[in-house]
């Protein structure tokens, strides 16, 4: 007997509940990769990576918005990457924080960056009907990219993960908070 996932297929709205830091408003967002198979089925070294369109699909990102004041910035990213991409996976360790000019508000905001290596797409999504989802190549993900910040983002991603030196490290700072917890 399979277990069945359940997932909320509405988007959280409404800005009472956002995070503000210096009057910035701050959002969340997330970079969704994966390691491209290759033609024999086995996982490549190539990483490709999920970009959405806007909501007026004039213009390709990646996914994020508010973060709330009831979740974690892990969580803020993940729930964004689910309502408007509509995948699950594992949010890793922050890219950066930029500030960047909302062309729509004409405000300042500030934007966390995370990676999520995608462990499962959804056929139904929040934001299915608003929003269309591409996986690309770096290269091509880059080019299509409207934001400037998101593009260093990409950029940070890029370079950690063709670093050796970064994955180790990642993973020694992981046990050592485990065994500080337990």
Request: hydrophobic share 40%; proline share 3%; glycine share 8%.
């Amino acid at each position: 007997m399979g277990v069945e996932k359940m997932v909320c297929l509405v988007s959280r709205t409404g800005r009472q509940f956002q995070r503000y830091n210096k009057g910035r408003r701050q959002v969340v967002g997330c970079i969704p990769y994966r390691f491209k198979l290759s033609s024999d089925g086995k996982i490549s070294d190539e990483v490709e990576v999920l970009v959405i369109s806007s909501q007026k699909g004039h213009a390709m990102m990646f996914p994020k918005g508010g973060w709330e004041l009831d979740e974690s910035v892990e969580e803020a990213a993940s729930r964004e990457s689910l309502e408007e991409a509509g995948v699950l996976g594992n949010v890793e360790h922050q890219l950066g924080k930029w500030d960047f000019l909302s062309k729509s508000r004409g405000t300042y905001y500030e934007g966390l960056m995370f990676p999520m290596l995608v462990t499962e797409q959804l056929e139904l999504w929040p934001e299915q009907h608003a929003r269309q989802r591409i996986w690309m190549n770096v290269v091509d993900a880059r080019e299509a990219c409207r934001d400037w910040w998101m593009k260093e983002a990409l950029d940070v991603l890029v370079a950690r993960l063709s670093s050796p030196m970064i994955q180790p490290k990642e993973e020694k700072t992981l046990s050592i908070s485990i065994e500080t917890m337990c």
